[in-house]
């Protein structure tokens, strides 16, 4: 598992872990646009330009913590203008792309939870467990969900077995998020310690994620032999596999990062 060999989680391993997040995103998405929109094309290319070389200095661990933190804020509120620019223009019918626009949503999301981590570091503020707990299940089951989503949306459909199982687990990670929806209100603010539902649902998370993250990483050794039918990009699965290891890390450490 080459990611979890080097997965950092100090402030830089956290920036680099957003904005290669950024960078994948940029590379899924140029793949997807059609040869009638230049111009879009054009413009993400030089997002991934922009996102690989901040990437590329959060990880060499070099720049100073203040400037890398201003231009990763930077090049990722340029980057979610373009997807929800991008998005917009779906919706109204006038884009010729092949990413559906649940899936663009969801890569703005991913942005827009990397701007608030970003401006977490930049504060120095803390959230208290219950707090990180609860925001980390509210936004990354529903990710979760939606990558069993693409998944099956990428598979063909001929591997009906494969896609039945996809379907079962999307609507497990759908039923979790429904959960943790609903901890959301009835634990109300201020909160501090996490009572043991919370604790006893953490648990839970942190299992079903690292069973995720197992699962995708099967299916990604079987994409990159081409011994699946799928036209998922080659390197989406363990894209969306580091995305469970991150839950599960943040929620054994009780953080937002
Ligand atoms: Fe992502
Ligand atoms: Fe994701």
């Known amino acids: 598992m080459p990611y979890t060999d080097n997965y950092e989680r100090d402030v830089y391993g956290i920036?680099?872990?957003?904005?290669?997040?950024?960078?994948d995103h940029g590379r899924f998405l140029d793949r997807e646009i059609s040869h009638y929109e230049l111009e879009l094309a054009r413009a993400n290319q030089h997002m991934i330009q922009r996102l690989g070389e901040v990437w590329k200095k959060a990880e060499s661990k070099n720049a100073e913590i203040g400037s890398l933190l201003h231009e990763a804020q930077h090049v990722t509120h340029e980057f979610h203008s373009l997807l929800t620019h991008t998005m917009d223009r779906s919706l109204n019918c006038s884009v010729i792309i092949s990413t559906p626009v649940s899936l663009l949503d969801h890569m703005v999301r991913e942005a827009e939870e990397s701007q608030r981590v970003f401006q977490l570091i930049e504060s120095g503020a803390q959230l208290s467990p219950a707090d990180?707990?609860?925001?980390?299940?509210?936004?990354?089951?529903?990710?979760?969900?939606?990558?069993?989503?693409?998944?099956?949306?990428?598979?063909?459909?001929?591997?009906?077995?494969?896609?039945?199982?996809?379907?079962?687990?999307m609507q497990k990670f759908e039923r979790l998020l429904m959960q943790a929806t609903a901890h959301q209100t009835m634990f109300r603010r201020p909160r501090h310690e996490n009572s043991p539902i919370l604790n006893a649902?953490?648990?839970?998370?942190?299992?079903?994620?690292?069973?995720?993250?197992?699962?995708?990483?099967?299916?990604?050794?079987?994409?990159?032999?081409?011994?699946?039918?799928?036209?998922?990009?080659?390197?989406?699965?363990?894209?969306?596999?580091?995305?469970?290891?991150?839950l599960w890390r943040n929620l054994e450490d009780g953080i937002v990062r």
Request: hydrophobic share 45%; glycine share 2%.
């Open 132 to 169: 990180a707990t609860i925001h980390e299940n509210v936004f990354w089951l529903r990710q979760m969900a939606d990558h069993l989503g693409y998944i099956r949306h990428y598979l063909d459909i001929s591997n009906y077995d494969l896609n039945f199982k996809v379907t079962n687990m």
């Open 201 to 246: 649902f953490n648990q839970t998370i942190i299992k079903e994620a690292k069973e995720l993250e197992a699962f995708k990483l099967e299916l990604d050794a079987l994409i990159k032999e081409c011994a699946a039918a799928t036209t998922s990009p080659p390197d989406l699965l363990e894209h969306i596999a580091r995305e469970a290891h991150h």
């Open 15 to 23: 920036l680099a872990f957003w904005l290669r997040n950024d960078y």
